[in-house]
Structure formats: structure tokens, C-alpha cells
């Protein structure tokens, strides 16, 4: 019985959380537009002011700005025939901050990032990602075009739905009473 209560805990803290992901492209001299995705798989988990999360993934296609060709512009520049999947491979934080293991374009960098619980079982969360530490470069990539750029700093944002855990300590059996069975 005890086997299969935790693999039932195993299970359900395995399932995938979806959560909704906003990214927000400052250009340069002024204005930006905004991108938005569903965040797939993954485990987020929290406890006590501390966070965990691993294997979540936006698929890169699904990234929308509204206007079809800056989608396709984008696509180009994620390369999502090669990368089809912007991923978070880890993240983990306590008081509100952490630091995450960023995948885009392949190339993975770690990234700090700043979390608040909300009502209803939710995490928010806030990063910034530097198109240079992903390897992106304005010319070769193409991020500038008739004095409009794309700034170097990305803002991403989101909400993820948490699910609560708490480590169990396991019962230490008087050494007594396990010589007197």
C-alpha cells in the first residue's frame, strides 16, 4: 500500500502544468510589440518561499505577435526549423529570486529570474534574456532594419500553475522495537 501511494505521488507530480507566457521586444528609438505562447510541460513546484521547475518548453511556432509577417520575421530569427523549442531546463529559487537554465537557438545560459506566488495555486514570474548571451547578433541576424533595432533586452513574463509539495521525513524506526519483531 505504501509502494503505491508513492508511486501515485510520483505520478501526479509528474503530470505537465501549462502556464501562458508574455514576451515583450523593446525596439530601438522607440515602441516594441509583444509576443505570447502557452508554456507546455513541466513541474513547478513551491514551498515555504521556495521554487523549483524543469522541462518547460514554448514551442517557437506558437509565439504570436498579431501581425503575420513579424511572426515570420521571429521564426526566422529563432531558427525553429533547427530549434523548434525555447526551454527552460531548470529553475530554481527561495524568496521571491532565482536563477534558470535557459535554452534558445540551442545554446543554454543561466538566467536570474524573480517569482511571486498568486491566489489559486499560481506562480508569476519575470525574466530578462540578453540577445547577445544567446548568441543573437543585430547584423547577421537581421534585428535592425531602417533605423528601427530591436534592443538588446528581452522581457519575459508569465504565470505558471504551482503545485504545492512538502518533504515528507521518514520515520526512523526505534532500533528496540525493530530487534523485538
Do not use: C, W
Amino acid at each position: 500500500m505504501k509502494k503505491l501511494l508513492v508511486i501515485m505521488t510520483f505520478l501526479v507530480s509528474s503530470f505537465s502544468l501549462a502556464g501562458d507566457v508574455r514576451v515583450l521586444v523593446g525596439l530601438s528609438p522607440a515602441g516594441s510589440f509583444e509576443a505570447q505562447a502557452k508554456i507546455h510541460n513541466g513541474v513547478v513546484k513551491t514551498s515555504k518561499g521556495k521554487f523549483f521547475a524543469r522541462n518547460m518548453y514554448v514551442y517557437a511556432k506558437d509565439l504570436k505577435t498579431g501581425i503575420g509577417l513579424r511572426d515570420d520575421h521571429l521564426y526566422k530569427r529563432l531558427d525553429l526549423k533547427k530549434h523548434p523549442k525555447i526551454k527552460v531546463l531548470k529553475a530554481v529559487g527561495k524568496s521571491g529570486k532565482g536563477v534558470a537554465i535557459v535554452e534558445i537557438r540551442g545554446v543554454k545560459k543561466k538566467v536570474p529570474f524573480k517569482f511571486s506566488k498568486k491566489s489559486g495555486g499560481k506562480v508569476a514570474f519575470d525574466m530578462d534574456i540578453v540577445l547577445k548571451d544567446f548568441k543573437f547578433d543585430k547584423k547577421k541576424d537581421g534585428l535592425s532594419y531602417m533605423g528601427i533595432g530591436v534592443k538588446d533586452k528581452i522581457s519575459i513574463s508569465g504565470m505558471l500553475k504551482s503545485m504545492k509539495y512538502v518533504a515528507k521525513k521518514k520515520k526512523k524506526r526505534n532500533s528496540r522495537a525493530l530487534a523485538s519483531e
